[in-house]
């Protein structure tokens, strides 16, 4: 493709709500809390948060230089960087990885369209929220349906192309998205027993570590910052020469990272006040929970509308980024038209998440190692794909790629100070790499001196953080 005939961002702000849009989503909203909630709450989060800032952020960093230093989609980037190596299967994976997430995201994406019209038609004024969710998650048709129309209203924005489908619609909703949020967090600190849920969040018992523990904090830092499968590779490849990448990865991650624990603040009060055992529900926590908070509030019923309006937006505006990054592969990579190229990724991704939607229901007794065809892809693509991408990513730029041309592209060429240098490159040759390969290490010994009973030490798990729950009360 000619490089002049790639589109870009048009504006600073634009290229912060673009990358904005992609980190802050339903991992902030609705996975960070359930996973909070199942691996013990306060210890979770601080790891969570070394994660981010000794980790996600440099490997954002990273990303942004590769796509921006090489004008391509993640695939090309890394064979127009190294020709003649191998390194271009980094972004195959991210390309398989891609996939894996938007057949699962899907699902959820799907459910926050149905919870706007629960919203409109009675606000959840039958109260009981578990039913409903239980009801709607199991059946079969409307889950499937959803996820269908959210695919096709990804697809539309991917085809509408970067500047006008991606920038407009995140520039005005993302911000509005964390006004609403304050507010409700307001409501439910003001819950009676709120205090144990922010004692849960932010109080961390030590004794909850496990390298399980540690393994879903760095999947979920991954996952929430849109890192290790390319998405930012492929956003940075349309970010302006002049714009300061630090400066643009510092800013996102720390919209994501407020968003989240504001999202952790807004559940747990909640959580503790109405039933503390909710805290390790899993997937339906925030559709569970919420919609008894807004009972609860004045002007509920609109807050109600409102926030699944919002959620919904925030999901798509990361799902946008993820299906860019298989269409910008298949047209740049396989000359496809872009047209062709959205329609033949998004049907493939559809019919793939109809595995994932059914989970819940029609499919929920098909297992593999004790896990449903949700929880496989949930799990391999955060914990395992992202993670593993991530490695390879900052290993590339701090074993392959010369360091003056790290250097040139964070400095733009000379134009800004980049102060962090040393510290960003000794984080990318050794630290990251490192770090999460001892994660990965002990994880697949884990695994691999488990036995077949894994049903069972699943089970323990769950009633391990059920006492945890009991014990912060
Ligand atoms: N970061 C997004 C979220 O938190 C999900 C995502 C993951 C998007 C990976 C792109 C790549 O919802």
Redesign the pocket.
Known sequence: MDLKERGSFSSKFGVIAAAAG???????IW?FPYVAGENGGGAFLLIYLLFIVAIGIPVMLSEFTIGRNAQRNAFGSFKKLAPNSKWSFVGLMGIV??FL?LAF?STIAGWTLEYIVKAVQDGFSAGNTSEIFTTFSTSTFKPLLWQFVFMGLTAWIVFAGVQKGIERYTKILMPLLLVLILVIVVRSLTLDGASKGLKFLFAPDFSKITFGVVLEALGQAA???????G?LITYGSYIRKNNNLGKTAVQVASA?TLIAILAGVMIFPAVFAFDPSLATEGPGLVFVVLPKLFLSMPGGYVFSILFFVLLAV??LT?TV??LEVVVAYFSEELNMSRGKATIISSLAIWLFGILATLSFSDLSDVTIFGSTFFDIMNYSSANIL?PLGALLIVAFLGWVIKKKLVHDELSNSGELKVKYFKVFYFIIRYLAPVAIAIVFVHDIYKVSVKDNSDDKSQNTEIVESKEAVEVVE
């Open positions: 992609s980190a802050v989503g339903l991992g902030n996975r990885a891609a997430i995201y996952f929430s910052l849109s890192i290790g499968m998405a994501d925030a999901a990361s980024s993820v992202l």
